[in-house]
């Protein structure tokens, strides 16, 4: 949007002049309209107020999948560093969101357990607690990108193809000191995580993960969750796959056995070449993606850029992100930006002097373990064609010669 | 706000128990309405977004200062972890915030160097960035409290008392990358940062914080700078007092003295016992707020609370914050909770016994440089009763008998 408008004459003697801010300079005909900007030092600002708002030149928002709208995909492409503001983190919900009034709230905590608790909203934040800056990734973050060159879609935007990650400061109690306090017998494993939305999601987790870092978190960036994050409270297991971070969560039962819920049976596993599937593949393992340039970007000239993007792991810290501009024949390392935290978006950048070529750059991200993120290739031999959730290969973007940026590599000649 | 909403049986059968969601049983007369809460699992719930919103039963807000409404303080009792949501970020403006085309917006750089040149929003874009989390405070936070304790306000909140200080991700181009351009002149040791506010707010800054830290930030939480945050391109100088983060900046001149504005004349100096006044205190020095338990909260019962609260430096790390529940007679070694970075905020904890007494709480932060925060009454000796600005003095809060909190300590008998 300019702020430079053109307007008659009329419009200013009837006053308008000083509400557009606009000096105007016109002749009788309207034919010599010419405008001058306004100028900002000359004009009293807007005071302060309860709730800032974007500037109206910012167009940034999710966009909400297609006609079904159960999920919204973070504009990664509009994005730097590696907060993402709450109301831009990308959704993904089975049953919409329900409203939760959190008087109402409780969490119920049973099975195999010495005392079975029911914990209000105030009786969760009187423990000690705690905040971490994290990643979460739906699990079926990428698939379309997940498919022989010539039939993928080119015209796809980091948002478009990645857009189901983002990553907020994220409080509450840790579970292990739940699970202290209740006192889960030693022969539990599992425990089933159920929610109170329409579709009641369940997911079977292990207890090992309570004892490492769960929590039960009622805060993100700061200030109480998001409704679609979980108000006012749900359950988050740092590095593992969205789904199994159970929103809006009202129970938890203690087992020797996972529960086979639908949402790890019927979906949430990963077919595999054999016929057979993957099933509990909780970790979402080291992967990363070119936030620029990619599309709709055009560069427009050739010379030095800089190439950017994030990079993750649900196995700890990103140690190295290599950065391909001819198609993944040589690599540079790019620079990581500080803070590197574990389970966490990390930012890379690497100044990149474009010769002014079709170009294809590429990202490729090793984790602390020594995990390095594969090639689409490497990832279905494994896998097979028809595989479901995980999709951590390495990424593409063509440079076409125009400056242009496409998903992708060109299909086979 | 609660869920559970009395409606007359014409209402139901008029057909709004769909969207009300309650189940009625009523009687002819109406006396005996019963009502039951909605039951979030049998409701389709909202679905996804193109921004998300708040849950309707959270209120926090800024709260802008009375009739001028030149700023408006974060509430820092609400939040927890580090990150401040950017619509919930402090304001200061002297001529309010200016609208600002980011399409007509450029940034001058001339005065003592070899080639002055004008950068628009682009070119700056264009330099590789720095994303950085850092802590941004006005140096006149907090001067309420740095008053005799009989004059003090007591039914103060933390946002009330020091909700001045805010912390983002801020996004930017390192300043030395375009001083490196223009080629600053040797002799040049200050820089003058012009806005394009109303107020064309100017303040002297030493050329040495370019070659360190300063950056030209356009991000703030990963999107652009908010409109009162200086969009689209402010100053920001990490550890620096507020008001020499020039917003809206449009030029800057480098020079070989400072430049004397109203903003570092008559404002913004601190006088001292002597007549003098002390100028060009940039750096915010040690500081520490507990945000609860603080007014308006009262505790429920005695038993185990855990105090926490907000600590930051200018100089860099704090490397300790010792929280005393006796008014200054004994300190306990308070949790740093991770990351600790540096002139940032970093959120401290420490669990409290409460044994339903009235008890004095106070925090006390030392910094990497071995600076410790000191006591109001250290502060007034050194800076006498009428300063102005940089009140990094120890705060308390008194928890009363009844569990009800007051800002600061009883006035003397």
């Not at 109690?173 to 109170?196: C, D, I, R, S």
């Not at 009202?250 to 099933?279: N, Q, V």
């Not at 002097?353 to 490497?378: C, F, H």
Request: aromatic residues 8%; hydrophobic residues 35%; charged residues 25%.
């Amino acid at each position: 949007m300019s702020k430079s408008k053109k307007v008659s004459r009329r419009k200013v003697l009837a006053g308008a002049a000083a509400a557009l801010g606009s000096a105007v300079f016109s002749g009788e005909s309207g034919a010599q309209e010419t405008t001058a900007p306004v100028d900002p030092t000359k004009v009293q600002g807007r005071l302060a107020s309860e709730l800032g708002q974007r500037s109206p030149h910012e167009k940034v928002q999710r966009i909400p999948y297609r006609s079904t709208r159960t999920s919204s995909h973070t504009p990664l492409q509009d994005l730097d560093g590696i907060i993402t503001p709450s109301d831009l983190h990308f959704e993904r919900h089975h049953g919409g969101i329900p409203e939760i009034d959190p008087e109402g709230y409780s969490l119920l905590i049973h099975g195999m357990v010495d005392k079975p608790k029911i914990y209000t909203l105030a009786e969760l934040k009187r423990f000690p607690a705690r905040s971490r800056i994290r990643f979460l990734e739906c699990s079926g973050n990428g698939g379309r990108s997940y498919r022989p060159p010539e039939d993928r879609q080119r015209e796809m935007t980091p948002q478009h193809a990645d857009g189901l990650t983002s990553t907020s400061e994220w409080t509450g109690v840790p579970l292990a000191n739940l699970f202290e306090e209740v006192g889960v017998h030693a022969e539990a494993t599992w425990f089933l995580a159920e929610a109170m939305d329409a579709a009641i999601m369940t997911r079977s987790i292990p207890v090992s993960k309570a004892w490492d870092d769960a929590m039960i978190a009622y805060g993100q960036n700061g200030e109480a969750l998001r409704p679609e994050q979980g108000y006012p409270a749900r359950l988050f297991l740092p590095g593992f796959e969205g789904s199994s971070n159970v929103k809006w969560i009202r129970r938890i039962e203690l087992s020797d056995r996972p529960f086979g819920s639908r949402e790890e049976t019927a979906k949430y596993t990963d077919p595999l070449p054999d016929g057979t599937a993957r099933s509990f593949s909780f970790v979402m393992d080291a992967k990363s993606l070119i936030t620029f340039p990619a599309h709709p970007v055009q560069l427009s000239e050739k010379g030095w850029w800089t190439i950017t993007g994030i990079a993750w792991t649900g196995r700890g810290k990103i140690v190295r992100v290599d950065v391909s501009t001819d198609g993944g024949e040589s690599w540079h390392q790019a620079e990581l930006e500080e803070p590197v935290l574990p389970k966490c978006h990390t930012r890379f950048r690497l100044p990149w002097n474009w010769d002014g070529k079709e170009s294809v750059i590429m990202s490729r991200a090793t984790d602390e373990t020594g995990y390095t993120q594969p090639s689409l290739q490497e990832l279905m031999d494994v896998r097979g064609p028809g595989t479901r959730y995980h999709y951590n290969h390495v990424r593409a973007w063509t440079v076409r010669a125009d400056g242009s940026v496409l998903f992708g590599i060109d299909p086979p000649a």
